[in-house]
């Protein structure tokens, strides 16, 4: 087996392996650490002679790793009394205990002690398995600095004592959200990114999905990650249209439907139906959403009236400046542009969104809409200077650049 191979074992039964050993030896650190060293251990010797059992091969050689590692930094009279402490099993994973694992797992790297760049990171390493030089291409930022943010999250959550285990149900879902939200900030960096030569990074997106799919079997009675689900499946839906050959961006009117992806509509609409059990949420109603403009057959065909009443209620449910700026556009298409323009200056006005390209990139098109050319050029220009994504500012200029 290549190291292609091994790779595609590890992305697949890397949060198990963590969470079983996690288990076993309670120290979430030492768990991660013994993990990485079987897989390197696996890259290795698998390409001599592959396992029969991938997954046992790599839990077997962990665990030993883990005890080693124990060994090494153990005094002599305390060696036992921690080795003690470690359940001897089978080489396999428990198959009865893998569910609660993985979603203790997810628990503990999403946990709120973390800072917001240290529960991404450590979700992505521990739960998604990629490595820290594909969290970093993943986020643009240097190798180094994603591994300081795994090492300090290690240590902060041993410094915690932040115990393996699910939480109690009342705090499970009060913390639920907090999982959620990495969730959101992942699958977001991947569908528009923030910096950067490219509009979107499928291979981020794609695993947020990932997680999002092993959250909802673990959690299938929670609507609202149901709701989540529903709302990635219909926004990658649109990934092959969204941009042209050369990578530039096409914005919603210009899109060819044709090339949105059926299945993942489909799947996303199913979703939306489990999140509608017990009233649409926050996620759910961003879903809702999603769902309106994945069903409509052309732009002037959307429903925008009913995408104002959800933006709507999704701003009393989860009011940000964001969602009132989503709304403006809404607003737009159904009413016209100049109430639009009254919604986006109050958020100007009230400094919602200081430093943000995406205020001055709605005023742009509103007021070119009301054909308040020379006031609309600024805007798109002043947008084009804040924005970071290279791709999105290629447009921004374009736009101003047609308006002279």
């Not at 290795?44 to 059992?53: C, E, I, K, N, Q």
């Not at 999403?110 to 990629?130: F, I, K, M, Q, Y």
């Not at 736009?399 to 002279?404: G, M, N, P, S, V």
Request: glycine fraction near 6%.
């Amino acid at each position: 087996m290549d190291a292609a191979g091994v790779e595609a074992v590890w992305r697949i039964e890397s949060a198990r392996i963590v969470a079983a050993l996690t288990r076993f030896t309670g120290d979430f650190g030492l768990a991660e650490d013994a993990a990485q060293e079987a897989v390197a251990e696996a890259l290795v010797s698998w390409p001599v002679a592959a396992p029969a059992s991938p997954a046992g091969w790599l839990m077997a050689t962990a665990r030993r790793r883990a005890i080693d590692a124990i060994r090494r930094r153990t005094a002599l009279k305390d060696r036992y009394a921690l080795l003690a402490n470690i359940p001897v099993v089978d080489d396999e994973i428990d198959p009865d205990r893998i569910d609660d694992d993985v979603l203790a797992l997810m628990f503990i790297s999403c946990h709120p002690v973390l800072s917001r760049e240290s529960r991404v990171a450590l979700t992505l390493r521990v739960v998604g398995g990629l490595s820290s030089e594909e969290i970093a291409r993943a986020f643009l930022v240097p190798v180094p600095t994603v591994q300081a943010r795994i090492t300090r999250g290690k240590k902060t959550i041993a410094a915690a004592g932040v115990p393996f285990e699910l939480p109690a149900a009342d705090e499970r879902r009060e913390r639920l959200g907090g999982v959620l939200s990495v969730l959101y900030v992942i699958f977001t960096e991947g569908s528009t990114a923030t910096t950067g030569e490219r509009l979107v990074r499928p291979d981020v997106a794609y695993e947020a999905i990932r997680l999002a799919r092993t959250l909802a079997a673990l959690q299938p009675d929670e609507p609202e990650v149901h709701g989540l689900l529903a709302l990635f499946e219909l926004t990658a839906a649109r990934f092959p249209a969204r941009t042209s050959q050369d990578g530039s961006p096409v914005l919603l009117e210009d899109q060819d439907r044709r090339r949105w992806d059926l299945s993942a509509i489909r799947r996303g609409l199913a979703a939306l139906v489990k999140a509608s059990t017990r009233g649409l949420g926050p996620y759910g109603l961003q879903a809702a959403i999603a769902a309106a403009h994945a069903s409509a057959p052309s732009v002037e065909e959307t429903d925008w009236d009913r995408i104002v009443v959800l933006y709507e209620a999704l701003g009393r449910v989860a009011p940000s400046p964001v969602v009132e700026l989503n709304r403006a556009v809404a607003v737009a298409m159904a009413s016209g542009p100049a109430q639009a323009l009254a919604i986006v200056d109050e958020l100007i006005a009230l400094d919602r969104l200081p430093g943000s390209h995406l205020v001055p990139t709605v005023r742009g098109e509103l007021l070119t809409r009301l054909g308040r050319q020379s006031e609309a050029r600024a805007e798109l220009e002043l947008a084009a200077r804040l924005c970071t994504n290279q791709p999105e500012r290629s447009v921004l200029l374009r736009k101003a650049a047609a308006l002279d």
